[in-house]
């Protein structure tokens, strides 16, 4: 028997089946090419105020600007190199370049809601070399689509949602912005706290990581096949399980615990950002010996020792130290051997303590932006065919 097509979640006021047909049966489609510089300029102004479009990810593909446009409004790219497959519908005139798919419906249609359709569809592209998305490719994947009516109406509902999805995200980037300006600031110590009577704490002294930290001992697990691996990424984005299992070696590759409060760093990538402490998620979880640990030995804040080296000015300067034209890898000595400037406990309690409640705000919008983005996914399996 045929499957009637007819969405899961769908306005009460709507009772006809949609439509299936072929990409080339809905669409004209087309390619981007090359944009002439002399019809190009990198940012825009009064007479170049065409946006050029590639298949990038970064700002919706925005490459530049033009003086002249080849695609009107009213239609979708699809990125047809790197992540494959991403719809993006344009309002405005545009320019498209480097073979980004452009589709310009046949039919009255809204282009946000073919966008929304587009991006369910999971395009399989079989290739030996870089893979591509071509206009003779996506033509023959089906699509199915109900009257416009109720594409306005689908539309118009899923618009309140990126919307709202749109406002967290500028609310995230503001709280993170913010918090890294205020950082900059209290690691230059523009800005410094008082004591509980109002008064200045005492100057900041200048230590060695060596001072603070010690490398920790490494605990060889002699039964590593069922523990999952730790990995250290980078950007600040902490210690997570990889998802990976260590797998018998002939010349038996040691692996090793590791337990909550380390600070671990990868030695490869710590001016990338990839440092973290392990937590209780992670704790006695198996890390290789690529990844350097180490314990605190005075009594210091963790806290703030973290903030002052997780700051990309900080680990940046240290890529710089280490230098060299071929792969940077800073050695435990060296790491050691790092300076900063600390307060006395009490101060770096107060930095801590004011820093980890912008951390708690951000992760709060960061929940409330995931919790948005999986119930438009929801919508999306519901409400389409």
């Known amino acids: 028997m045929k499957t009637k097509s007819i969405p899961q979640l769908r306005f009460p006021e709507f009772k006809e089946e949609w439509q299936t047909n072929r990409f080339d049966e809905v669409f004209d489609i087309g390619a981007g090419g090359d944009v002439s510089q002399n019809h190009f300029k990198k940012l825009k102004d009064n007479i170049f105020t065409y946006p050029v479009y590639s298949n990038s990810e970064s700002e919706s593909g925005l490459y530049g600007y033009s003086d002249i446009y080849k695609e009107k409004s009213n239609c979708i790219t699809v990125t047809g190199r790197g992540r494959l497959g991403i719809a993006i519908a344009r309002k405005e005139p545009f320019y498209p370049i480097v073979r980004l798919l452009t589709l310009r419906s046949k039919l009255k249609s809204n282009v946000c809601f073919f966008e929304n359709s587009i991006n369910k569809i999971n395009f399989f592209v079989e290739s030996t070399g870089v893979p591509q998305l071509t206009g003779p490719q996506i033509s023959i994947y089906k699509i199915s689509f109900p009257a416009f009516e109720e594409q306005e109406k689908i539309a118009g509902f ?7 999805i749109e406002k967290l995200e500028n609310k995230k980037e503001l709280f993170e912005n913010f918090k890294k300006g205020v950082m900059q600031k209290i690691f230059s110590q523009k800005i410094r706290f008082k004591d509980k009577n109002g008064k200045d704490f005492p100057d900041w002294e200048e230590k060695k990581l060596g001072e603070i930290l010690e490398e920790a001992q490494k605990q060889k697990e002699f039964n590593p096949e ?69 314990l605190f030995t005075n009594t210091v804040n963790k806290k703030f020792i973290y903030y002052y080296i997780s700051r990309a000015d900080y680990y940046r300067r240290v890529g710089d130290i280490i230098g060299g034209t071929g792969q940077k890898e800073i050695s435990t000595t060296e790491f050691l051997k790092l300076k900063i400037k600390t307060p006395i406990l009490k101060e770096q309690e107060k930095i801590a303590k004011f820093l980890t409640s912008l951390d708690n705000k951000v992760e709060l919008i960061n929940n409330q932006l995931e919790q948005s983005r999986f119930f438009k996914k929801s919508l999306l399996q519901q409400m389409f065919v």
């Open 158 to 164: 899923l618009g309140v949602v990126d919307e709202k």
């Open 226 to 294: 069922k523990t999952e691996l730790l990995t250290v990424k980078l950007h600040n984005l902490g210690i997570i399980k990889s998802g990976n299992f260590p797998k018998p070696t002939r010349n038996g590759r040691p692996y090793y615990k590791r337990f909550i409060g380390e600070l671990l760093i990868g030695r490869q990538n710590f001016h990338n950002g990839g440092l973290g402490f392990v937590n209780k998620i992670t704790d006695g979880l198996i890390a290789s010996n690529a990844i350097s640990s180490f």
